[in-house]
């Protein structure tokens, strides 16, 4: 019985010890992640930069918001054209201001002017008094220091009403920028201010470019 009983056994323990890879099943050891393919390089790009010899920058000469504004990338302007409006509504209450302050001084400058007048007067007749022997010199030197002090703060008035006189005209100046014009004939780029923003004394709210004095220039774009 025993000898019988070997073969199979023997013809069992091959079976398990030996391991054929089916032709279906993959390599372990072998990449399943494709090769990542070399691009080419890309040709260099250029771009044609249109530009103009005569431009001229469209600027707000005052602080204000801007309550309209015309102007469109591309759009044709004239020079003279409206093409925004400002708020000056804070100009106005100083320009307002500055001219009440200068009727003031000017009322000033003109009742120190009658009192340094009465004053002046004053001191002849208390000269002449003095050499009749019925006034003192000290009458006299009081009313010429009244009129010396008249005359003083008169100066200080005209110094004053100068100085508002100035001030209104700048303010009357800066009013009437407040319609933003376009300075020369031209196409409009690069708008920058918005409607309803605030614009800063010399911001740039647009550029004006002449059509008919083009420069064009081709440049390389770096490629990245």
């Known amino acids: 019985m025993k000898p019988r009983l070997l073969l199979p056994s023997l013809l069992l323990v091959a079976a398990c010890g030996t391991h054929v890879t089916a032709p279906s099943e993959g390599d372990p050891t072998e990449a399943v992640v494709p090769a990542a393919k070399q691009q ?3 040709p260099p790009e250029f771009v044609a930069v249109i530009s103009s010899r005569n431009s001229k920058v469209i600027s707000a000469d005052f602080e204000g918001r801007i309550d309209k504004l015309e102007l469109h990338n591309g759009g044709h302007v004239h020079a003279g054209q409206i093409v925004a409006h400002l708020d000056d509504s804070e100009l106005q209450s ?6 009440a302050q200068k ?12 009192l340094a007048a009465n004053a ?3 001191a002849q007749i208390e000269r002449r008094l003095m050499r009749s022997g019925a006034s003192s010199p000290e009458a006299v030197r ?5 009129a010396n002090a008249a005359g003083a703060e008169g100066a200080g008035a005209g110094a004053s009403i100068r100085e508002y006189a100035a001030q209104i005209a700048e303010y009357e100046r800066l009013i009437a ?3 933003v014009t376009a300075p020369i004939d031209g196409v409009v780029q690069m708008v920058k201010a918005k409607e309803g923003e605030l614009a800063h004394k010399g911001t740039a709210i647009a550029r004006v470019f002449d059509p008919d004095a083009r420069d064009d220039r081709l440049g390389t774009l770096a490629l990245t």
């Open 40 to 42: 080419a390089p890309r």
């Open 94 to 99: 100083k320009l307002a201001e500055a001219r």
């Open 103 to 114: 009727a003031s001084a000017q009322a000033q400058a003109a009742r120190a002017g009658a």
């Open 120 to 122: 002046a007067r004053k």
């Open 142 to 146: 009081t009313a010429l220091s009244e």
């Open 177 to 179: 920028t407040a319609d």
